[in-house]
């Protein structure tokens, strides 16, 4: 078969979750919640569907959560994208990005991505012709290398995939970063792609540095979010964009081919629940408590690790503890011991090994404390 992406290679996210599943271990591989969302927010889509909101929603996405989105950014960055012409609802940050990247990357076009990188940001621009540039994020503090990024910066250079809170090291682009970010981009033709799907899950009063509070990024840049990482929802598959209008234009073209629009009862009820904002104003401190509770836990065993900025997932180090790599010792903690995790290389082409795993702490402290009981005997 001739076909635009050959790999046979599943997504490290199912081959760790269904091994989990074979084996019976505690899953803290494939990042989603094991608790219950917030009842309202049932009570509020169930209100939704019992009210009619069934039929395709507009193309765009249900005017009331773009307003509800439009409110959030002005809340928490003082800076408004227009409902009408710069907030588009996805089915999930995955099909944003993947539309985002369709929509510009041509043939050749080179887009920087930041190894390790989430993985669906490579396919997706080899699909489309372009070729991905590795910029590597190095261990232990995974920072980005600004002088590398400037000598890799040429004509070519169609986009540059950025993620903070980053998955799956756990650090945060400072506004230092952002300001090199935005000096190198200034005067080019390059888009950001900003991938914020953790902008709520920030740790230690530490604010998150998302593009739109960089007024010359944020001309040039898309932001991608997830409902499903905010409200503890992953299976509802909603999330949106933002974007200037001439962009946002240019997404719409090729969004209302695809997708057309995304489920309607989902997205009327988030615009009812976020009408509340500490529904997202309180992740960081719910958050915040699992991974002191997590690290509190596990502090006497042999891993080592820097606790987590931003995210739900810690990595830990097992340098002390075997000289097997990291898929190697990830697939044998979840058959043997029974706790699964994600190995980074992955995200590094399999060609680098950090020597650490990636462990997913948004689980309720019963989850935890078996996980930690788990670890402290390895
Ligand atoms: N980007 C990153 C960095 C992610 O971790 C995820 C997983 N939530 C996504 C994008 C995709 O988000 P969604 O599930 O909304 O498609
Ligand atoms: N974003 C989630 C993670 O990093 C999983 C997404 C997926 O399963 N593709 O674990």
Known sequence: ISAKLNTTEASIFSVMSNLANQHDAINLSQGFPDFKCDQN??????FAMNAGH????????????RVAIAKKFD???????????????TSGATQAIYTIISTFVKQDDEVLIFKPAYDCYEPSIKINGGKPISMALKAPDYKVYWDEVKKSINLKT??????TPHNPSGTLMSKSDMLKLQELTNGTDIIILSDEVYEHIVFDDEQHQSV???PELKKRSFITASFGKTFHVTGWKTGYCCAPKALMQAFRNVHQFNVFSVNHPMQKGIADYMKDPNRYLELPEFYQQKRD???????DSRFKFSPSKGT??????????TTENDL??????????????????????????DKVLRFCFAKTEDTLKKAADILNRI
């Open 158 to 163: 169609k986009m540059i995939i950025i993620n």
């Open 212 to 214: 739109c509070r960089f």
């Open 312 to 321: 739900y997932y810690q990595l830990l180090d097992f340098t002390d503890i």
């Open 41 to 46: 927010l049932i009570d509020a889509v169930s």
């Open 54 to 65: 069934n039929q395709y929603a507009p193309m765009p996405g249900l005017m009331d959560l």
């Open 293 to 299: 509770l997590f690290l509190e836990l596990i502090k």
């Open 328 to 353: 190697e010792f990830a697939k044998r903690l979840t058959t043997e011991k029974g706790i699964a995790s994600i190995p980074l290389s992955p995200f590094n082409d399999n060609a680098r090994d």
């Open 75 to 89: 809340l928490l960055y003082g800076t408004s994208y227009h409902p009408e012409s710069e907030i588009t609802i």
